[in-house]
Nanobody, 122 residues
Framework: VQLQASGGGLVQAGDSLRLSCTAS????????MGWFRQSPGKERAFVAT????????YYSDSVKGRFTISRDNAKSTVYLQMNSLKPEDTAVYYC????????????????WGQGTQVTVSS
């Protein structure tokens, strides 16, 4: 599975962004999908994950209530709607795909997109 993330940019605190991650070569239907983020000098951190059918979602405490993960299996695309952005949300955001039942650890993911930069100014 090849993943392509897009939608990042430079925004001000309080603004919204929607990230997209589109798969090619294979449908994402059989995979749990997740979003992670990484700041310079830090490890890749879990943001959100969604089950194969989209019925189950789970978020990190830092984004719960502000971010929403969703997916469209017909389009092989997963989304991350980010609202009320804060400067501490600044990072490169990566989407990943895994066959595991759970997916809150980066090591559980088999495939990764190239990342998209999100910068939130205060």
């Amino acid at each position: 599975v090849q993943l392509q993330a897009s939608g990042g940019g430079l925004v001000q605190a309080g603004d919204s962004l929607r990230l997209s991650c589109t798969a090619s070569g294979r449908t994402i239907r059989g995979y749990r999908m997740g979003w992670f983020r990484q700041s310079p000098g830090k490890e890749r951190a879990f943001v959100a994950t969604i089950s194969r059918d989209g019925a189950g979602t789970y978020y990190s405490d830092s984004v719960k209530g502000r971010f929403t993960i969703s997916r469209d299996n017909a389009k092989s695309t997963v989304y991350l709607q980010m609202n009320s952005l804060k400067p501490e949300d600044t990072a490169v955001y990566y989407c990943g795909a895994t066959s595991n039942i759970v997916g809150t650890q980066a090591t559980q993911y088999y495939y990764w997109g190239q990342g998209t930069q999100v910068t939130v100014s205060s």
